[in-house]
């Protein structure tokens, strides 16, 4: 069942970060910071990302700190013997620049020092590590150098981490006081159970304080400043950084490219795995976060993510929508060699995600990020949209009538550059360290809807590329620009249920750049979205399996009273939306929804399915009653009103006053006869529902065939004409208090949901009674005017 799933999910999630802080792995411990020797070791130092950021990085490293006190020397790792792979690196050092600032002689002797500091070596074997080793002490001694650390930059692909990681902790680990760092790239693993897995590999051989997990957005200039951006300026973003004031969050990454080449990788991964399992997450956690006191304090910044994480409602496939561009299915094809009949790929190379933060800052807010390859533009920002409540009658371009928004530019697109923009009719933000300037003189561009001009800009005097900017955070230890393993599971939990059940989804087919034009626009539905435009492209490959659209809920007979029956999460979305018509055409009819709900672990589903689902749901003229409790304290786990608080009520608009809980506990005793607890929620009923009938009254079966509370054996003509009843459990706890069947009689509508393969020998038992049975209570139900329906999975149904 969906929330079942969902309780796991949240339970995993609790138990996963018990496990590991057992493990330390929570501890974000400060290293002792020590000048002396560093050994920078790029394995894979000659590789495509090596050759294009890594060594640039590392010799901007080396430029800025050259008269830090420490010393450096630089290993290339390759695979190849050393005849050729030197050459190779050297071209590549040959190729380094350096900052402006340095003149260009200067340039000339610093560059001349880097080569000579580097060379290349062949990493393959336990013996290469164990050389490598041995020369580092060699020169160290030979030098009276004292060791400061060994950073291990690994440029290789994620299936060769746990190897060279356990070559790294077998015998090039420093000794004496020194530090070890090594550095990783994504993908960290497909999902969660390949991430865990990944994690514990190298959890052997490394200390979580040793890894340095990059995710570059992290070192985009624009996203850095996420949080001291909403530092400095507090005093403006405190009244307004909230559900009441925030209208959505966007967390956007266009790109104009295709995935040419990268197929082999990119057709396992996808645009979710690729872009919105990491970067957009990172960058949704900053902006989402309770701000911590200080934001570099890397233990910290880590809690305070894992609490929005942990706070987030589950995504469903409602919560996505997919798209693939035209010609990808042709490049699988050519790069995969298949053949056209053999299967078509389904990965996604678009998609918009709506996610919702369950708690009471952001609650209700919609959280979109969004993703695609061959798009019109490339682009990346985040942008806060807030709500503007101003009605301009006549002048629509004055300032106060415009869209109020904060816009993290992350580069590219119109503006070209990164930068962070505060419309005007908010507040003048403070400008962001003497690093940032403000822009003043503007190109004629607008920048999401509002011309530049509308805009407080301000930008980074100088450009950094995001990995020459993490390789200092490395060297400097801000552990808080790295990826935690608990982030990363985290993470993983969030978006690894959503790819699941896209699994099978068609994505939406799209032309690709200008082209797309309105196609991919997409729509927000209270807590679901969609594509705006209905319109579907259909072609060939799509008509041809039909099969994969999934099953139609099928109507039928059950004991002779209306079944309707489906996989479980169809079932449950039908039992929604026929409760909601009953609900809106009693609202219609009477101004007023009566409904009973039943215990138990069944209706869960529905619950769920109804906060997330069903936003136009009429709480507010909707009473809910009780069908039956436990005779516990309501605030008790075991309490099915408790239940039903948690997983409904509280997520729902639903006025206090038509909460109809069973009074169980009267004079400090729980259900005891001359209490008159029964006789009480009777009046109760009498006295609101109209000829003590219910509109619509949920029930469940036991595997004894009890409903409601009512058992096998129970003396149901006791009863008589009571509406309430005490009653008594073989099960703990024993006492019950419960509708009786006079009562569930007079409703107007009755549904018995079934669901779940433990309950096919129930049903078929009960298929088989003709009349009434007091071995199987659920026979009862028998609405005397109103209508009965059986909603059965097909798990129930058929085993
Ligand atoms: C590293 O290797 C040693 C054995 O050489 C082992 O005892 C240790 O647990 C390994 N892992 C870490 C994180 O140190
Ligand atoms: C913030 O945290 C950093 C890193 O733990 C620490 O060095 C610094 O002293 C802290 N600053 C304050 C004001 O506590
Ligand atoms: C596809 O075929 C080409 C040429 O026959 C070959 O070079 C390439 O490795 C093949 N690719 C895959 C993924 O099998
Ligand atoms: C700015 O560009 C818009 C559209 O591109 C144009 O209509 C407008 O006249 C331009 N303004 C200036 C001052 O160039
Ligand atoms: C209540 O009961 C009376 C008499 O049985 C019936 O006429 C009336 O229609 C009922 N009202 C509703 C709302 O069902």
Not at 258 to 274: P, S, T
Not at 411 to 439: C, D, R, T
Not at 547 to 557: D, E, T
Request: aromatic share 10%; charged share 20%; glycine share 6%.
């Amino acid at each position: 069942m969906v929330w079942e799933k969902h309780k796991q999910r949240m339970l995993g999630f609790a138990l996963l970060l018990v496990l590991l802080c057992a493990l330390g792995g929570a501890e974000g411990r400060e290293e002792v910071q020590r000048h002396g020797h560093i050994s920078v070791v790029i394995v894979g130092g000659t590789g495509d990302l090596a050759k294009k950021y890594l060594w640039q990085g590392f010799f901007q490293l080396y430029v800025k700190e050259i008269n830090s006190g420490n010393s450096f020397s630089f290993h290339g790792g390759g695979l190849s013997p050393i005849e050729k792979g030197k050459p190779v690196l050297f071209e590549i050092l040959k190729a380094v620049s350096c900052p402006k600032a340095v003149s260009e002689e200067r340039c000339a002797v610093l560059k001349e020092q880097f080569l000579r500091l580097s060379q290349y070596r062949q990493l393959k074997t336990l013996e290469d590590y164990q050389a490598l080793s041995k020369q580092i002490e060699k020169q160290l001694q030979e030098e009276g150098m004292t060791e400061a650390g060994r950073l291990f930059y690994l440029s290789v692909p994620a299936f060769a981490y746990s190897g060279v990681s356990e070559k790294i902790n077998s015998s090039c680990r420093p000794s004496g006081g020194a530090w070890l760092r090594v550095v990783l790239e994504k993908p960290f693993g497909h999902d969660l159970s390949s991430a865990q897995a990944l994690a514990s590999q190298l959890g052997n051989s490394l200390k979580e304080e040793e890894m340095y997990r990059i995710d570059h957005y992290l070192g985009k200039q624009a996203v850095s400043k996420i949080l001291p951006f909403r530092l400095e300026n507090k005093k403006n973003l405190n009244p307004i950084w909230n559900k009441h004031h925030i209208e959505r969050v966007e967390i956007v990454l266009k790109e104009t490219l295709d995935v040419k080449g990268r197929i082999h990788f990119y057709d396992q991964y996808g645009v979710v795995r690729d872009v919105l399992q990491n970067h957009l997450t990172e960058v949704m956690m900053l902006l989402t976060m309770k701000l911590p006191k200080n934001i570099s304090n890397a233990e910290e910044v880590n809690q305070n993510k894992l609490q929005i994480l942990s706070s987030l409602l589950p995504l469903g496939k409602n919560q996505a929508v997919v798209g693939q561009y035209q010609s990808y299915k042709t490049e699988v094809q050519q790069e995969l060699n298949q053949t056209t009949d053999q299967s078509v790929s389904l990965t996604p190379t678009f998609a918009a995600v709506v996610a919702h933060i369950d708690n009471a800052l952001y609650e209700g807010v919609p959280i979109l990020f969004v993703s695609g390859k061959r798009l019109n533009e490339r682009v990346g920002y985040a942008r806060v949209l807030f709500k503007n409540n101003i009605f301009c009658l006549q002048d629509h371009n004055s300032v106060h009538c415009k869209p109020k928004q904060i816009v993290f530019y992350f580069g590219h697109g119109s503006l070209q550059y990164p930068a962070i923009l505060v419309s005007k009719n908010l507040f003048k933000p403070a400008l962001m360290g003497k690093e940032w300037m403000e822009v003043t003189e503007h190109k004629n561009v607008s920048v999401l809807g509002l011309p530049i001009t509308d805009y407080y800009v301000q930008t980074p005097r100088e450009q950094r590329d995001a990995y020459a900017e993490l390789i200092s955070h490395i060297y400097a230890a801000h552990k808080s620009s790295f990826v935690s393993t608990e982030i990363l599971l985290g993470s993983w939990y969030m978006w690894t249920p959503l790819l699941t059940s896209l699994k099978d989804t068609f994505p939406r087919n799209y032309p690709g750049g200008a082209d797309n034009a309105g196609l991919l626009d997409i729509c927000l539905d209270g807590n679901d979205i969609t594509f705006n435009n209905m319109e579907v492209i259909i072609n060939h490959d799509q008509m041809g399996s039909s099969s994969a659209s999934g099953f139609k809920a099928m109507q039928g007979k059950f004991r002779s009273a209306d079944m309707v029956s489906a996989w479980t999460e169809e079932l449950v979305e039908t039992l929604a939306v026929d409760l909601q018509a009953a609900a809106e055409a009693a609202v219609h009819e009477e101004g007023v929804f009566h409904l009973a709900v039943s215990g138990g672990s069944t209706p869960l589903a529905l619950f769920y399915q109804l906060v997330l689902h069903h936003s136009t749901f009429p709480w507010r003229s909707t009473h809910v009653w009780m069908v039956d409790e436990r005779c516990v304290p309501l605030t008790e786990l075991d309490s099915n009103f408790h239940n039903l608080h948690e997983h409904l009520l509280q997520h729902v608009k639903i006025p206090y006053y038509n909460i109809h809980p069973m009074p169980v506990q009267l004079n400090q005793r729980l259900c005891v006869e001359e209490d008159g607890g029964a006789l009480v929620y009777e009046r109760e009923l009498s006295k609101m529902v109209v000829n003590s009938s219910f509109h619509f009254v949920l029930l469940g079966v036991g595997y004894d065939g009890h409903t409601a509370s009512l058992f096998p054996g129970e003396k149901v003509n006791e009863h008589g004409e009571s509406l309430v009843a005490l009653t008594e459990s073989p099960n703990k706890p024993h006492q019950r208090m419960s509708l009786t069947f006079n009562a569930i009689n007079q409703a107007h509508r009755v549904a018995l949901l079934v669901m779940g393969k433990g309950k096919h020998e129930l049903v078929t038992q009960v298929s088989r009674i003709k009349d009434v049975s007091d071995k199987w209570p659920v026979t009862r139900v028998k609405p005397t005017h109103g209508t009965l329906v059986w909603y059965i999975d097909y798990d129930a149904l058929i085993g």
